[in-house]
């Protein structure tokens, strides 16, 4: 394994992703993955179980059972949307799903140190997803980039400690518009999927 990298970091929905295992090998050495599911959980811990670094554990994202200031690094891919798979109208999440994202959210800033990140992956434009992010409670600025031609997705980081710009800030308090603005997308077209390569924390 490469240099030890000695972020701790944890990720939320973790499901039977190869992630944490490419992570590991790339030599981040502290990784706490969680998910909702105990048999998820026991047949990951047993597959890995050569990797000390990684550890484990059946968990509910809306309520985290680690204490404040935790971790360097929150990720999760695709979790968030899988949360929102039910919803139709992607302008308008429904109470009950707006409840939960919200609460999640704010378990991930709670646990993350100052300074922290909280890295989302996900197919939701920025558009849709800015605007859940965009919360002063949470107390965290937002960075977005696109990877990929033609289907795309993308990539936020939120950094703890940093404030809102005045434009997120905005979204926060004005409407939803069901216009789709032009983006200034920041495009990898070579080499798509190597993401991991580009985490610079």
């Given at each position: ?17 190869s992630m944490s295992f490419d992570m590991f090998n ?29 550890t484990w554990l059946q968990m509910d994202a809306r ?58 992956v996900t197919f939701a434009q920025p558009h849709f ?73």
């Amino acid at each position: 394994m490469p240099g030890t990298r000695t972020w701790i970091t944890g990720t939320t929905g973790c499901g039977n992703s190869s992630m944490s295992f490419d992570m590991f090998n790339c030599g981040y050495g502290s990784i706490v993955n969680i998910d909702y599911s105990v048999v998820c959980i026991e047949t990951m811990a047993a597959k890995h179980a050569h990797c000390p670094g990684l550890t484990w554990l059946q968990m509910d994202a809306r309520k985290l059972a680690f204490p404040e200031d935790t971790f360097d690094v929150v990720l999760e891919k695709g979790t968030l949307d899988a949360m929102m798979v039910e919803e139709k109208d992607p302008w308008n999440v429904s109470s009950e799903t707006a409840s939960v994202l919200q609460q999640v959210l704010k378990e991930i800033s709670r646990v993350l140190k100052p300074g922290g990140r909280f890295i989302s992956v996900t197919f939701a434009q920025p558009h849709f997803r800015k605007r859940l992010y965009a919360q002063e409670q949470f107390g965290w600025s937002i960075r977005h980039w696109s990877y990929g031609g033609g289907f795309q997705y993308f990539f936020y980081v939120l950094t703890k400690g940093e404030e809102l710009s005045p434009e997120d800030r905005a979204l926060e308090r004005s409407p939803a518009k069901r216009d789709t603005p032009s983006m200034a997308a920041f495009l990898e077209d070579s080499d798509p999927e190597d993401y991991l390569n580009r985490i610079t924390i």
